[in-house]
């Protein structure tokens, strides 16, 4: 079965460091367009980081310089290194595949990807 599997939220003070990890397993391999995105209730699902089938990475204005998107390919595991978090950081956290290349300027959309993790918390408190 395809599948994304998160780990790795949590709950942190500002200023602290969390790393997500996504376990890709199936037909599905990290070697793929991946992604991370983040939603909070009431509001779109954004694109936090991505990491296309060429290597190249591709970050939301907002977490560029404090976020980190890389990948063990022997693993077959996504990561997300986040430091200097920051309370505007929290909400559900997915990790996202496509098979394939990104359409180049789209790589932060939703529509991009067609394989989605169940997501996983992150709390960053003040």
């Known amino acids: 079965q395809d599948r994304l599997a998160e780990s790795g939220g949590g709950s942190v003070h500002a200023g602290g460091s969390l790393t997500l990890s996504c376990q890709a397993s199936?037909?599905?391999?990290?070697?793929?367009?991946m992604a991370w995105f983040r939603q909070v209730p009431g509001k779109d699902r954004e694109g936090v980081a991505t990491?296309?089938?060429?290597?190249?990475?591709t970050y939301a204005d907002s977490v560029k310089g404090r976020f980190t998107i890389s990948e063990d390919k022997a693993k077959n595991i996504l990561y997300l290194q986040m430091n200097s978090l920051a309370p505007e950081d929290s909400g559900m956290y997915y990790c996202?595949?496509?098979?394939?290349?990104?359409?180049?300027?789209?790589?932060?959309?939703?529509?991009?990807?067609?394989?989605w993790g169940q997501g996983i918390p992150v709390d960053v408190s003040s």
């Open positions: 199936g037909y599905i391999y990290t070697t793929h367009s």
């Open positions: 996202a595949a496509h098979v394939g290349a990104l359409v180049p300027g789209h790589h932060l959309e939703t529509g991009q990807f067609e394989y």
């Open positions: 990491l296309d089938n060429d290597d190249i990475t």
